[in-house]
């Protein structure tokens, strides 16, 4: 059901921001509010059954950048009567995801052993779109369990370039059974 | 000395009379009926002696019966043995196979079982060898990956991107 209502919401919010032309901001707006929804106190406000809609919504009201468009700012508080807030986070990580593509750009995620800089990103964004001839989206995530390296996420396809990814085959190979 | 013997002719009808009178009636009252008893006696003799023969003969075609039968019970006899024999040898043999080939599976069994766990102990040695291994290059690698490293690491799985495409 999760996914479901995930997709129908993202999808209502960014046919509505077609409508209004207006999809590269409800982009930002949703870029800038999703960090601050990870937070696990934010989090953990935000789940919390007993405390009361209006007062999430107070609170997402501060929360929200203040350039947002207002069908977000509506949008946000929709989802927030809806009792939908635990499922924000990933409704607007869906939305960021589907303006990229309404805007003809592709989205590409990258795990990272560290937190990498602006400049290794743009770096790293140019490097694909020239190999790939499409504009890209990045997204980064950071693990540091992969000790080094990177991987990289083109919708189906999957680049394992992290030394815990090379240990990890190596191990394959190594302890490939031969039981008779 | 010459005797004149004097013969009554009467007296000599009267007693040739009588001779006969008599010898007519020792005919009649005994010579018959001792001649009657005589005769079946001797009936009785014959029919004695022909029951004896009748018997003797049955006795001896009992006999002859009693060995045929004696003969046939010994072949059958024989033949039973002979066939318990066969049969007792032909389970002795069933069940030497039976065994020899069941103690030939349980051996081929145990050996691919001892074959079985020694190779799921030398892959289980070799497997934890490889994990302290590839434990030890990780902490290795960790202590000294330093950012530039990295950089350098990311920039080397750029260049490498067509090589390495999963799906």
Not at chain 2, 13 to 39: A, C, D, T, W
Not at chain 2, 111 to 127: F, H, T
Request: no cysteine; net charge neutral.
């Amino acid at each position: 059901m999760g996914a479901s209502v995930i997709n129908d919401f993202s999808k209502a919010l960014i046919s509505l921001a077609e409508q209004k032309q207006n999809v590269a901001a409800i982009q930002r707006a949703a870029e800038e509010l999703l960090p601050l929804l990870k937070h696990p106190e934010v989090r953990q406000f935000l789940n919390h059954p007993t405390v009361k809609a209006v007062d999430k919504k107070v609170f997402l009201s501060k929360i929200i950048p203040t350039e947002a468009p207002q069908e977000f700012i509506n949008f946000v508080h929709l989802i927030t009567d809806r009792r939908y807030t635990p499922l924000l986070p990933d409704i607007l990580d869906r939305t960021i995801d589907l303006a990229v593509k309404v805007q003809g750009s592709e989205v590409v995620t990258i795990i990272t052993a560290r937190e990498i800089s602006p400049e290794e990103e743009n770096s790293i964004r140019m490097d694909l779109e020239k190999r790939w001839s499409t504009r890209i989206f990045l997204k980064k995530r950071h693990n540091p369990n992969l000790i080094g390296g990177i991987i990289i996420q083109r919708e189906d396809e999957l680049f394992d370039g992290s030394v815990l990814g090379q240990i990890k085959s190596l191990r394959r190979k190594l302890t490939e059974k031969s039981v008779i | 000395m010459e005797m004149e013997i004097k013969v009554n002719l009467g007296t000599l009808i009267v007693m040739v009379i009588n001779f006969i009178i008599l010898m007519v009636v020792l005919i009649r009252l005994l010579y018959r009926p001792i001649q009657g008893i005589l005769e079946q006696r001797r009936q009785k003799i014959a029919k004695d002696l022909d029951d004896a023969k009748n018997t003797k003969e049955k006795a001896e075609q009992l006999q002859h019966q009693a060995r045929i039968v004696l003969e046939e019970a010994h072949v059958e006899a024989y033949e039973i043995v002979e066939r318990s024999k066969n049969e007792a040898d032909r389970l002795r043999e069933e069940l030497f196979n039976q065994v020899t080939h069941e103690v030939d599976q349980l051996r081929r069994r145990t050996q691919l079982e001892i074959e079985r766990s020694k190779q799921i102990a030398r892959d289980e040695a070799r497997n934890e060898a490889v994990h302290l291994a590839l434990m030890a290059v990780s902490k290795i690698i960790g202590t000294h990956m330093t950012q530039d490293l990295d950089a350098t690491l990311i920039r080397k799985v750029l260049a490498d991107l067509d090589k390495e495409a999963t799906t």
